[in-house]
């Protein structure tokens, strides 16, 4: 059966907050196999992240995966952090390098990690966490190549890495590339496809190009001239993700990662229409 996953964002405001635990209530009768919640650039969401986290696992059956950077930040202030989630009762750790501030290039804190596997180093040393890690299918925009985020993975893998989360993909055959190019490279731990179900493709755009991941014609020609129609972006946006996650599912994709921008019905009515989590039942 395939697995699937959610990610959500901390809220910035009380009516932001009521939505996503509108979300969450509707998506958690899929009985997801974990929940992500993001870390802000710089830390810049630590205390609500954190509240997100502990709020899930008392008042849920979710099994939350928290996300932890190392930008802006020294080693004991990340280690502060590991400790508050261990306390809270976290398990799963997303570790990540994370995007500075202000988007600018990388520089690591004087006293601080100097990236993502000197992260998963010190988690996996002081253990209690299953770690997870990100991938990058189109190549992460401040690689070499995309070889090098292979060898990056790896090197990530040998740190104590369990699995890896892909970033969010609107060309299929990316997904399947890169799988099999980790196959190549002999990379065998579980390696989640990322989806970003959205009606909002102005949105998504946006954040396409910001992270390297490719738009397809197709893709923008369809909600060509669609923007004061949310309806038919619905139906698009169902019917583009539904073939998407088919797609991924019929090459023996195992499990797959939504990107729900903290907005559950289309989540919802892909997991249902494909009969992934308790819908399968």
Known sequence: MTGISFEFFPPKSEAAGEKLWQAIDRLA?????????????????????????????????LKPAAHLTCV???????????????????????????DMPDMAAFKAH???????????????KRGGFDITVSAY???????????????????????????AITQFVFDTQAHLRFRDKLAAAGITIPVIAGIMPTTNFAGAKRMAEACGAAVPQWLADAYEGLDEDLDTRKQIAASVAIDQ????????????HFYTLNQADLTFAVCRILRLGAAAN
């Open 245 to 256: 996650c088919r797609k991924l599912i019929d090459e023996g994709f195992g499990h797959l």
């Open 29 to 61: 009768p899929l009985s997801p196999d974990f929940v992500s919640v993001t870390y802000g650039a710089g830390g810049s969401t630590r205390d609500r992240t954190h509240a997100c986290v502990k709020r899930m696992i008392d008042e849920t059956t």
């Open 137 to 163: 299918p189109e190549k992460h925009p401040e690689s070499a190549s995309l070889d090098a985020d292979i060898d990056l993975l790896k090197a990530k893998i040998d740190a104590g890495a369990t699995r």
């Open 72 to 98: 802006a930040a020294s080693k004991a202030e990340v280690e502060s952090v590991i400790d508050d989630y261990a306390a809270a009762g976290v398990r799963h750790v997303v570790a990540l390098r994370g």
């Open 110 to 124: 004087d006293d601080g990690y100097s990236g993502s596997v000197e992260l998963v180093e010190a988690l996996a």
